[in-house]
């Protein structure tokens, strides 16, 4: 399992993610000049350290005017004063900066991924979606808080002090600068082969997050059979290969400080000798030497540091081309209908539709068939006959490849998509609830309906008892995918939300499970109710509600096999009737 399974997702360029970042970085471009210009300050302040001690040495503490010390003395303080507090706007505007644009790209993320179609997200492992939007997008904040503005500053402050060592003795910074070239060469090969470990860490967390996701997921499953040791097993080895990635890091870690350590120190040593030399002969003073001994330090600090900055810039680059082209996945929705009549009647027609979910095979054949406003129509067949893919194609989650649907006689694509799902009340076989308070779930977070409006709702449904025998009522909390309530009593939650919104038409996934008998027939007159009125299509598993139904449709691997009512299917003697005979379980 890899990244590279994500489908359909786009390949993306540095330039393109820089230019995708560059749009992000735009609405705060004053902060930056201002962060800019405080990185000036602060580089301008950090080589006057030794330059005042110089000055100490040479003009006050060798000849004695110890009064006129104090006043070089007052001037540190004033400069290291000045340096605190530049050093601490920079870094909290800098962490301000980054955490501000990585909310943007996470709100701009989310709503895409809100966006995608289901075909992306049947394609596509939880965990590394969850990577994107969690780890992936966590790296940019350390990127644009301390990676981006570090460099800046550490580029601004070697500009300025090797100005100021040039100016004060160019002899003695090439000197000084004698090891420079081969610290700058080992930290570019260390930036060259930690790039493609830093990489093969991303796709690892990306797996380890797929694989942990998916089996917390499948733990019924794997609990019910017995696969504990196999998927331990599984996980042992991802596990592996996720240390064996960060371990190659920190031994290329473990190598390239302690060399840059050594060239650091050998030229701090090489300048020490050649200095010592030139002080003797009175060709420079003593409190150059010791002022280049510390420019050295701090002129040899960034350089060391410079092959941890690209890479924590390179693994946000990483990152970036995840996210970006995630962000540019162009699964998305259609959505150019401009069609919101006030009101519609509910007529549905399937003309010719087929349907491939990949181009191998079809999921729909030549399906047609009418449901006038206020019908019922009842789906009939075996798991994979088509029952669910009638469905998502009807609420426009895929795109017939051949034929039309029609709503009202307008095809389905001519009416808003929000709009047009506000007008399919979906209540499916498994009812999702969120971890979120039972008025939450019923609203699903519309802040604009207020509890008179669904506690109508629960009483016209008959469910007030239930509801307020929970602890809370309303704001009972529900645990994650409603764990805590029986299947009956999500089923009721799930009609509850529906009925909210008043759709014309609803879509009802008859649960095949057992319900407990106190909500049994609660249940049953909820249907009726939610039923009455509206067109309505059943995922049908009980004879009492196929029975009823206006027109039934036996469908077979995506095939129309019969249509009509009970009794013509039954007097027609065909599938329907043998189903019929042998007591219908499907």
Known sequence: ?????????????????????????????????ILFTLALLTSLLRPAQPFLIQIAIDQYIFKGNYTELLGVCGWMLVVLFLQTYFTYAHTYLAGWLGQTVIRDIRVQLFQHTLRL?????????????ITRNISDVQTLTTILSSGIAALIADILFLI????????????????????????????????RIMKKELYAIR???????????????GMYIIQLFGTQKNAKGKFKHINQKHRTAYLKTELYHAIYYPTTEVLTTAGL????????????????????????MMYIRMFYAPIRNLAERLNLLQLGAISMQKIFALMEN??????????TPSKIQGQIKFQNVWLAYNQEEYALKDISFEAPAGQTIALVGATGAGKTS???????????????????????????????????????????????????NITLGDTSIQDEQIWQVIDWLGARAFIERLPGGLDYNVQERGAS??????QLISFARVLLFDPKIIVLDEATSSIDSDTELLVQNAIEKLMKGRTAIVIAHRLSTIQKADNIILLDKGEIKEQGTHQALLDKKGWYAELHQMGFKM
């Open 390 to 440: 009638i469905i998502n194609i009807l609420n426009r989650f895929y795109a017939p490849t051949r034929g039309n649907i029609y709503l009202d006689d307008l095809p389905i694509q001519a009416y808003r998509l929000h709009y047009l799902r506000r007008q399919i009340g979906v209540v499916l076989q498994d009812v999702f609830l969120f971890a979120q308070s039972l008025r939450e």
């Open 160 to 191: 300025v002090i090797l100005t100021l060592m040039l100016s004060t003795h160019w002899p003695l910074t090439l000197v000084s600068l004698s090891f420079m070239p081969l610290l700058i060469w080992s930290s570019f090969f260390y930036k």
């Open 269 to 292: 040593g090489f300048l020490v000798w050649f200095g010592a030399r030139s002080v003797l002969k009175d060709e420079i003073s003593l409190g150059t030497l010791i002022a280049f």
């Open 117 to 129: 179609q289901l075909q992306f997200y049947d394609h596509t492992p939880l965990g590394h979606l």
């Open 203 to 217: 796709q690892a967390v990306s797996n380890l997050n797929a694989f942990v996701q998916e089996h917390i997921t």
């Open 330 to 339: 162009p699964a998305t929705i259609p959505d150019k209908g401009q069609a």
């Open 1 to 33: 399992m890899s990244d590279s399974s994500t489908h359909n997702t786009p390949k993306i360029t540095n330039l393109r993610v820089l230019l995708r970042l560059v749009k992000f970085v735009a609405p705060y471009k004053k902060h930056f000049f």
């Open 485 to 490: 309530l029986s299947v009956g009593q999500r």
